[in-house]
Nanobody, 126 residues
């Protein structure tokens, strides 16, 4: 069992930066692929970024490549999402998720994840 708690969201102007954190409890964190998803008002939840439990593989949606960076610190049971050059269209509730899988597994679909956090709001003003 893995419990996830996101933090770090807030209000920022376009072009600014935020770093989201996702603290995990449970002994299986170091063997869990981790992902970030987001859901904007009136839209479906979408994939943002993911990292394998080994840390060797990462994957990003095209619209955030070069601006967002996912990282993890297994010693702290925490995964991060560094978001730079934020745009108003990045406004959403951001969720972290954990998944079991092989060392190099990187999931991009919601059903590939077993555990979800409660979400943290990110609002980017123009």
């Amino acid at each position: 069992q893995v419990q996830l708690v996101e933090s770090g969201g807030g209000l920022v102007q376009a072009g600014g930066s935020l770093r989201l954190s996702c603290a995990a409890s449970g002994r299986t964190f170091s063997r869990s692929a981790m992902g970030w998803f987001r859901q904007a008002p009136g839209k479906e939840r979408e994939f943002v970024a993911a990292m394998s439990w080994s840390g060797d593989n990462t994957y990003y949606r095209d619209s955030v490549k070069g601006r967002f960076t996912i990282s993890r610190d297994n010693a702290k049971n925490t995964v991060y999402l560094q978001m730079n050059s934020l745009k108003p269209e990045d406004t959403a509730v951001y969720y972290c998720a954990a998944s079991s899988g092989a060392a190099g597994f990187v999931g991009v679909l919601e059903f590939e994840y077993d555990y979800w956090g409660q979400g943290t709001q990110v609002t980017v003003s123009s």
